[in-house]
């Protein structure tokens, strides 16, 4: 079972996650820690969501963008979190760089996402 690096991207999650960073880290290698054996999956990818006044994540987005299912299994397992939100601290653009494998190294010539990479897309996005 490989384990998923967990950085967040955004300086609100601290404040709108129960236990702050820290436990937001725990809760989603936990969570993905299933998911990376099930997905044969290689690199960083950044989760960007919204949090509505219940604190529900709402749209949510996998970036850079792959195929559909896994972008929906990358939501699905994300969500797992979603009672550990605060209610009424609702916020928007919020980011988690998630690294798969972190010490992957290409020897098939395939392309590896960098972290600097994926949280330039990020920001690109932002503006």
């Not at 690096?5 to 820690?33: A, C, H, M, R």
């Not at 963008?65 to 990358?74: I, L, P």
């Not at 919020?94 to 600097?116: I, Q, Y």
């Amino acid at each position: 079972m490989r384990k998923v690096k967990v950085t967040p991207e955004s300086k609100d999650l601290d404040q709108v996650y129960k236990g702050g960073n820290k436990q937001l880290i725990k809760d989603v290698q936990e969570n993905f820690s299933v998911f990376s054996s099930d997905y044969q999956v290689n690199g960083k990818f950044i989760i960007t969501f919204d949090l509505d006044k219940t604190g529900k994540i709402i749209h949510p987005k996998v970036l850079p963008e792959v195929n559909e299912d896994f972008s929906y299994a990358v939501i699905r397992s994300f969500k797992r979190v979603k009672n550990n939100f605060n209610a009424n601290m609702p916020k928007t653009k919020l980011a988690v760089l998630l690294d798969f494998n972190p010490t992957f190294k290409s020897d098939d010539g395939r392309e590896r996402f960098t972290e600097s990479a994926a949280s330039e897309r990020f920001q690109s996005n932002q503006n």
